[in-house]
T-cell receptor, first 115, second 111 residues
Framework: DGGITQSPKYLFRKEGQNVTLSCEQN?????MYWYRQDPGQGLRLIYY???????QKGDIAEGYSVSREKKESFPLTVTSAQKNPTAFYLC??????????????FGEGSWLTVV | GNSVTQMEGPVTLSEEAFLTINCTYT??????LFWYVQYPGEGLQLLLK?????DKGSNKGFEATYRKETTSFHLEKGSVQVSDSAVYFC??????????FGSGTKLNVKP
């Protein structure tokens, strides 16, 4: 089936550790995104990438890093500089451009908890 | 700039009641508009969309009409079910392929 796969579903991080969340899509989409969602809250954009080997900071990029070496993959690293990383992380993808059929699709999300 | 404003929740309804969740937007040009639904612990799923003024998106009994004159895209359903309990997000597609989301409205449907 076509879609977006995030892993792991649940992840625990110790203080001072970096952790990486995986996101893979087989929809042949050019654009990929990472959002953070805190309990009972809306979505906040962390990073997005419109094309391979290029990405831009979103609204809350501090303490996070990404790479886009392949079209299908957009991993997110939560670094030790992110002081409050406990949240639900959502990866998404879309086609490029503002065509009328363009839609953003989401993975199932990853829960990150600091222990 | 672009932004989406939707009514605050939670919205609590009895089964078979009529649902309206208000959504208004600010945008340059003519954005595409969307409603997404999120069930507990899951990602967002596309519920419906509309790409131009006066378009009506519909799916699973939900409807929303793109009203350019009032910059609105209100979500409606004639008879809600307990299984409709979820969080609903209104969104728009702006310039540079950026999507803008509202803050979400939680719907609780009681039997």
């Amino acid at each position: 089936d076509g879609g977006i796969t995030q892993s792991p579903k649940y992840l625990f991080r110790k203080e001072g550790q970096n952790v990486t969340l995986s996101c893979e899509q087989n929809l042949n989409h050019d654009a990929m995104y990472w959002y953070r969602q805190d309990p009972g809250q809306g979505l906040r954009l962390i990073y997005y990438s419109q094309i391979v080997n290029d990405f831009q900071k979103g609204d809350i990029a501090e303490g996070y890093s990404v790479s886009r070496e392949k079209k299908e993959s957009f991993p997110l690293t939560v670094t030790s500089a992110q002081k409050n990383p406990t949240a639900f992380y959502l990866c998404a993808s879309s086609r490029q451009g503002r065509s009328s059929g363009n839609t953003i699709y989401f993975g199932e999300g990853s829960w990150l908890t600091v222990v | 700039g672009n932004s989406v404003t939707q009514m605050e929740g939670p919205v609590t309804l009895s089964e078979e009641a009529f649902l309206t969740i208000n959504c208004t937007y600010t945008a340059t040009g003519y954005p595409s508009l969307f409603w997404y639904v999120q069930y507990p612990g899951e990602g967002l799923q596309l519920l419906l969309k509309a790409t131009k003024a006066d378009d009506k998106g519909s799916n699973k009994g939900f409807e929303a009409t793109y009203r350019k004159e009032t910059t609105s895209f209100h979500l409606e359903k004639g008879s809600v079910q307990v299984s409709d309990s979820a969080v609903y997000f209104c969104a728009l597609l702006g310039n540079f392929n950026k999507f803008y989301f509202g803050s979400g409205t939680k719907l609780n449907v009681k039997p």
